[in-house]
């Protein structure tokens, strides 16, 4: 049986730790700024980090995702790893914004909108269900 918890806490906190949508850290003019849809390679890598840790407190820390596998609980790095990996990847502004601000498609403007947030959202739920529960990653350690 599949374990939809650590899809439904990473698609969440993707949408919850995109920067520019509810905050970025740092933004251009202070520390925090608020709903500025902009974004910068620092704050995709400051809230990559955060993504990181609230990610494995969630899934390894609570316990969401450990299995029981031969007797002996391992816990599984799959869903942190890949998570972290794809929510660098798909910050809206990054690679490209989708829908763009500008155009249909915008590359590396470094600039995001609600939709943009929405559509990076369902391709970062869609590729992280079928890496996690269609494929069944899982990279574990004991």
Known sequence: MSDWGPVFIAAVLFI???PGLLFQIPGKNRIVEFGNF???GISILVHAIIFFALVAIF???IGIH???LYL???ADWAPVVVGVVLFVL???GLLFEL???HRAVDFGGFRTNGKAVAIHTLI???VFTILILALHLHIYTG
Do not use: D, E, V
Request: glycine content about 4%.
């Open 16 to 18: 919850l730790l995109s």
């Open 38 to 40: 902009q974004t910068s």
């Open 59 to 61: 899934l390894l820390a």
């Open 66 to 68: 450990i299995f029981n």
């Open 72 to 74: 002996r609980k391992m």
């Open 90 to 92: 798909l910050s809206p």
């Open 99 to 101: 829908p763009g601000t």
């Open 124 to 126: 970062f739920f869609a």
